[in-house]
């Protein structure tokens, strides 16, 4: 699976949008860019995942370069419970197996 | 709230016990997925269920094992307990399907090893 690079840390003021940068320049054709996050010790969360168009739901955007070398996830109006670690994970699903490989992620501190 | 729970919430042992963690996924999901999060090692992938069978393995020690019963819940077993073994242990499951299916995480047990 390709290595992917987020920034250790990031912080957004209340109310704005986040934009969390991912750069997986290794990406193969058949991998996924996937984003889950995790606030303060509990299980992860899934966010969102897309292939090479911008994908959009209830929670986030994904903005997926042409090349798909990198990534942003963009949470529209960040709020103090958006503080949390932010993974981004690439991942073949053609291998018949969905275990996922979390990497260091971005800790992304809302501040008021 | 998930849909996956995980038992107990906390574990406190001593070096060289075992210890079984327990896992029952959403209903309908197949898939179950084992994670151990440390603190120096991060998020790892140990292993992986599916309708009863092992479908992939990730980090697992030889001291550890895990097994899905036909009611689909799962267990994992840490042996020999060490003070590294201190951790998260988070269990997952995913809905059966081809391609690429979310997981939803459970609260995770808290091993602590003394």
């Known amino acids: 699976d390709a290595k992917t690079t987020q920034p250790t840390s990031m912080d957004c003021a209340e109310g704005r949008a986040a934009n969390l940068p991912c750069n997986h320049s290794?990406?193969?054709?058949?991998?996924?860019v996937y984003w889950y996050r995790q606030i303060h010790s509990q299980g992860p969360q899934y966010i969102i995942h897309?292939?090479?168009n911008n994908e959009t739901n209830e929670m986030a955007s994904l903005i997926i370069t042409e090349d798909r070398k990198s990534s942003t996830l963009i949470l529209p109006h960040a709020t103090l419970r958006d503080t949390a670690v932010y993974y981004c994970?690439?991942?073949?699903?053609?291998?018949?197996?969905?275990?996922?490989?979390f990497g260091t992620g971005t800790r992304l501190t809302v501040i008021p | 709230d998930s849909g996956v729970t995980q038992t107990p919430k906390h574990l406190i042992t001593a070096t060289g016990q075992r210890v079984t963690l327990r896992c029952s996924p959403r209903?309908?999901?197949?898939?179950v997925y084992w994670y151990q999060q440390s603190l120096d090692q991060g998020l790892q992938f140990l292993i992986q269920?599916?309708?009863?069978?092992?479908?992939a393995k990730g980090n697992i020690l030889e001291r550890f094992s895990a097994q899905q019963f036909p009611d689909l819940h799962s267990e994992l077993n840490l042996s020999s307990l060490e003070l590294g073994d201190s951790a998260l242990y988070f269990c997952?499951?995913?809905?059966?399907?081809?391609?690429?299916?979310?997981?939803?995480f459970g609260p995770g047990t808290r091993l602590t090893v003394l």
């Open positions: 997952a499951s995913s809905a059966p399907g081809l391609g690429y299916n979310e997981q939803f």
């Open positions: 290794t990406i193969s054709g058949n991998e996924y």
């Open positions: 897309g292939l090479k």
């Open positions: 994970i690439v991942r073949d699903t053609k291998t018949g197996a969905n275990n996922l490989f």
């Open positions: 209903s309908g999901d197949l898939s």
């Open positions: 269920y599916y309708n009863g069978e092992e479908r």
